[in-house]
């Protein structure tokens, strides 16, 4: 992991949401050029900057991270709801889950 996958990552989130870096630069509270300025390598945000930059995604640190997950902000939420549950509950999602991807049960 080197400064070109941060600087990449947001670059890639931002369009996606269809932001442009004025708009996320000033969304965030900074000047017109922050974002331009990670964008273009010549700096980094803050450890408590890409917190907030993560929070504005709407995504934890963890999905800004993984690439590999295409619904990772959906499984994210999920999760979310997920620890409010009983495990019985837990159960049925779990079996549910197996269902819709043509698994069979568990006991």
């Known amino acids: 992991m080197d400064t070109t996958f941060i600087r ?19 969304d965030l509270g ?18 408590s900057e890409f917190l907030y930059i993560c929070d504005y995604f709407d995504i934890s640190p963890k999905a800004f ?5 295409h619904n990772s902000q959906m ?4 999760n979310c709801e997920l620890h409010h549950l009983s ?6 999602v779990y079996e549910l ?8 049960t568990v006991e």
């Not at 990670?38 to 450890?47: A, E």
């Open 8 to 26: 990449d990552r947001i670059t890639e989130l931002r369009l996606q949401k269809g932001i442009s870096e004025y708009k996320m630069s000033m």
């Open 30 to 47: 900074h000047s017109k050029s922050y974002v331009q300025s990670i964008s273009s390598g010549k700096s980094l945000p803050s450890l």
């Open 65 to 69: 991270f993984d690439t590999e997950s």
């Open 75 to 78: 499984h994210e939420k999920i």
């Open 87 to 92: 495990s019985s509950d837990l159960k049925l």
């Open 97 to 104: 889950v197996l269902r819709l991807n043509n698994n069979e």
